[in-house]
């Protein structure tokens, strides 16, 4: 049973516009998250992240919205861009725990020119 | 520049060999980490651990295992290897235990085993 989802295995946005990538967890322990951005033939790079006691966090063109009584996250891109392009990985942990981080499936996120 | 390395980043391999795959940091990391990333699944923890001598065992850990003898590296061995662990592997590593804290990833190694 996969405690984190990213039921979208890809999503093509126009350059220039937004792109939001979604994220689902069933752990209800969970208080911290994360995402990664992967290029092919490259390891994980992180992006951003989220812990519980805040339902927003903002990095530049990047924004990641929690809402913990859904128990949904979603990544915000504005504006997109070519670069952009690559598989981005939600990720969970639960720091009073074991402290390992669970991760999602991915989404091909392609933006294009 | 502090980095991360792993090798091969290739490997092709018989059913019921014994495999090493070797994971190089030089941040000075406590903590690695080994992860397998499969179609579906995402990246899965196979293996962890926080310091020199020092072994944890993750959500995929059968078949698999590791040793710590010194800060840089955390060699994955796959005792006889199978079909099902036909993945692309990754090592990481991070600074401390939080999970505030940045996890800093491999280029990966494709393991085609036939």
């Known amino acids: 049973d996969q405690q984190v989802k990213q039921n979208s295995p890809s999503l093509s946005v126009q350059e220039g516009r937004i792109s939001i990538l979604n994220c689902d967890y069933t752990?209800?322990?969970?208080?911290?998250f994360l995402w990664y951005k992967k290029y092919p033939a490259e390891g994980p790079t992180f992006l951003i992240s989220?812990?519980?006691?805040?339902d927003k966090n903002e990095d530049g063109r990047f924004t990641v919205f929690l809402n913990k009584s859904a128990k949904h996250l979603s990544l915000h891109i504005v504006p997109s861009q070519p670069g952009d392009s690559a598989v981005y990985f939600c990720?969970?942990?639960?720091?009073?725990?074991?402290?390992?981080?669970?991760f999602g499936s991915g989404t091909q996120l392609t933006v294009l020119p | 520049d502090a980095e991360i390395t792993q090798s091969p980043r290739h490997k092709i391999t018989e059913t019921g060999r014994q495999v090493t795959l070797a994971c190089h940091q030089t941040?000075?990391?406590?903590?690695m980490f080994w992860y397998r990333q499969d179609l579906g699944h995402g990246l899965r923890l196979i293996h962890y651990?926080?310091?020199?001598?020092?072994?944890n065992k993750g959500e995929v850990s059968d078949g698999y295992s590791v040793s710590r003898s010194n800060t840089e590296d955390l060699p994955l061995t796959l005792e006889s290897a199978a079909s099902s662990q036909t993945s692309v592997y990754f090592c990481?590593?991070?600074?401390?235990?939080?999970?505030?804290?940045?996890?800093?990833f491999g280029p990966g190694t494709r393991l085609t085993v036939t």
């Open positions: 941040w000075n990391h406590n903590n």
């Open positions: 651990s926080y310091g020199v001598q020092d072994t």
């Open positions: 990720a969970a942990g639960a720091s009073g725990s074991a402290r390992q981080l669970t």
């Open positions: 752990n209800s322990m969970f208080d911290y």
């Open positions: 989220i812990s519980s006691i805040k």
């Open positions: 990481a590593s991070s600074e401390s235990r939080s999970l505030f804290d940045e996890q800093y």
